[in-house]
Structures are given as structure tokens and as C-alpha cells.
């Protein structure tokens, strides 16, 4: 999940291409259009309408259902963002099948929710056999390292002492873009971009949660399970905003694209790694 531009469809491609049994499955897509070629995978290109009625909807519809009835090992569908595909998503796991799927959302923890209002059920949503994983991303602009500048001498004060007492961070190993930049970056302060993400893996305490409707107890479960220093490689229980906090510790991301991306160091919300009370 993610907004539109982070890369889910790029993810999607490479968890497909992933798999080492992939030349003895049956796989299929169904896209939207179709934007890579997959390999090892028969890729169906539907034009759909937002109008859920019209045509193009229900030809989406027959061809899910031809694909469900010639039994399938995988199946990706593009994006689940109405309820008749959400239906047939949800069809396709209860009857068995691996599916790989994209949606809007706005993180990882608010994907039942986005379910539940394209009118599936909170007893499917907490099912053990229903959300195998759950995976949030969005991109953020690489620093280039021939010229982005130490924090030290861009950030102002202030959030300089934010990120060392609220998260811990070494200011020192912190830099900022140039904004006048340098040959090696063509002049833009910026080489390329990287995900940083939100991966849940749901448990049972987790998965009891979304059956409740409780989904940010689910999250606020999840967050505690934390067990590392923002300023290391572990994401267990790590957000997307964490994430990016690794990325600008090791001196790859500018903090002011992380507040800019997500919010502001003042306003971010830290969560214990012990469980509360």
C-alpha cells in the first residue's frame, strides 16, 4: 500500500519475480493497464471505469472469475480499489489462492480499515488464513554524497536537538541536500530515490484486533514490539516515518524531505518499545 508514485507496483513485480518455483506455477495478472512485463506470468490489461456499474467493471469481474476457474497458484490483481474487486480478492484467498495486490492507504495498520469500507467483513479481515503480510512504502530523495552538506551547519537548532534527545540520533553522521547541488548530481542535490517502509506481519493478538475493529490498538500492539534504536537496521515495529529516521541517521535521506514526506520531528508521535499499561 502507499500513495500513488511509491513504488507498488515496481514491489509487486519483484515479489513475482521473487519466487524460485515461479517457472512451475500457474500465475496470472490482472492489471490496469499493464506497466511491467513479469516474468513467468500471464498478464491480462483491463481499462477499468471508476463508475463501479459500467462495462469495463464487469469485464474485469468475468475475467477474475475465468482466472478463478482455472484454479491458479498466484494471482496479482493491479489494484483493489472497489468493492466488486475486493469481493473477488477476498474469493480468491478463501478459496485458497495467493494473491498480490496494491491499495491507497494511508499505512500499513489502515489497510483492514480501507477493506472494510469496500464492504468486507471484520470476522474475513481477522481470519489467520486472510493477510499473509501487510507492506507500506513510499519514496524519498537519495542525498548525493559528492555535495549534501552536514546537518550541522543547515538545520536549525531546534529540530538539530530533536533529533538527538526525541530519537536518539547522532547529529554528526545527519546531512542535508545542496540545494545548488554539483556536477556528479547534475545540479539537484539528489541521485536517486529509496522505499522506506512498514512491514506487518500479523499475529493472533493482531489479527483479533481487526476482527474487533480495532485496528489502532492493532497498531499501537504492533509499534511496541520495537526492539531497536531508530538509529539501527532492525524494523521490527518500526514505522515508515522510522524507517526514514534510520535513512537520515546513515546520512542518506535530508531530514527536511522525512517532515516534508510524512510531519514535522515536533509533532511525531514516539511509542515505548516496553508495553504499556
Known sequence: TGPTGSGKSTTLKTMMEFDPKRKFKKRYSVEDPVEYKIFGVSQI????????????????????????????????VGETRDP??????????????????????????????????????????????????????????????????????????????????????????????????CDHCHNLGIIKSTIVAEIVVPDLVIRQHIADGHDDKAELYWRQSRKSAFDEPDMQGKTAFEHGLYKVSQGLIDPRDLELEFEQLESYEVISAEPQE
Open 45 to 76: 490489461s483491463v481499462q477499468r471505469s471508476d463508475h463501479e456499474g459500467d462495462d469495463e467493471n464487469k469485464e474485469f469481474q468475468g475475467i477474475l472469475r475465468d482466472i478463478l476457474r482455472g484454479d491458479p497458484d498466484d494471482i496479482m
Open 84 to 181: 466488486v474487486v475486493a469481493k473477488m480478492v477476498t474469493d480468491f484467498v478463501l478459496t485458497g489462492h495467493k494473491v498480490y495486490t496494491t491499495a491507497h492507504t494511508a499505512s500499513a495498520m489502515t489497510t483492514p480499515m480501507r477493506l472494510f469500507r469496500l464492504g468486507i467483513d471484520r470476522s474475513i479481515l481477522g481470519d489467520r488464513q486472510f493477510f499473509s503480510v501487510l507492506m507500506f512504502q513510499r519514496l524519498l530523495p537519495v542525498l548525493c554524497d559528492k555535495c549534501k552538506l552536514p546537518a550541522a551547519n543547515v538545520l536549525p537548532q531546534k529540530k538539530q536537538n530533536l533529533l538527538k534527545a526525541k530519537f536518539g540520533l547522532n547529529i554528526d553522521h545527519i546531512y542535508c541536500s545542496n540545494e545548488e547541488g
